[in-house]
């Protein structure tokens, strides 16, 4: 059961990657977390380690489509890589449940955000 639940994760973060640019952490954590029962602090890093592959694939396909702005992309790297490296860094200083509501509470905020509008 665990691996069909496994792949289905995978599938739907793998869809909505794809279609809407998002999957990594607003899929795989909640569904790892939450229907494999695995800890926050594990599912966070196994999350992380699937974006690279899934990045670099939709990142392919939006270039052959011209929808990749270089500009913004190379002054924005270096930044996401640093506060990546501190962000990682604080996130092993938090405890699991609280990391839990912390991310919980910024999908919540994020999916208003949509749903709302500016």
């Known amino acids: 059961m665990s691996l069909v639940l496994e792949i289905g994760i995978g599938f739907t973060a793998g869809v909505m990657a794809g279609m809407l640019g998002v999957g990594g952490g607003t899929v795989l954590v909640p569904g790892m977390v939450l229907l494999l029962g695995i800890?926050?602090?594990i599912a966070q890093g196994?999350?992380?380690g699937v974006i690279a592959p899934t990045a670099l694939v939709g990142t392919i396909v939006h270039y052959r489509r011209g929808s990749i702005k270089r500009e913004t992309v190379l002054w924005m790297t270096p930044t996401v890589v640093v506060f990546a490296l501190m962000?990682?860094?604080?996130?092993?200083?938090?405890?699991?449940?609280?990391?839990s509501r912390?991310?919980?509470?910024?999908?919540?905020?994020l999916g208003a955000r949509f749903l709302l509008g500016k």
């Open 39 to 41: 800890e926050q602090h």
């Open 46 to 48: 196994v999350s992380l």
């Open 87 to 99: 962000g990682g860094w604080l996130a092993n200083m938090i405890e699991s449940s609280m990391l």
């Open 102 to 109: 912390l991310f919980g509470i910024l999908l919540l905020f």
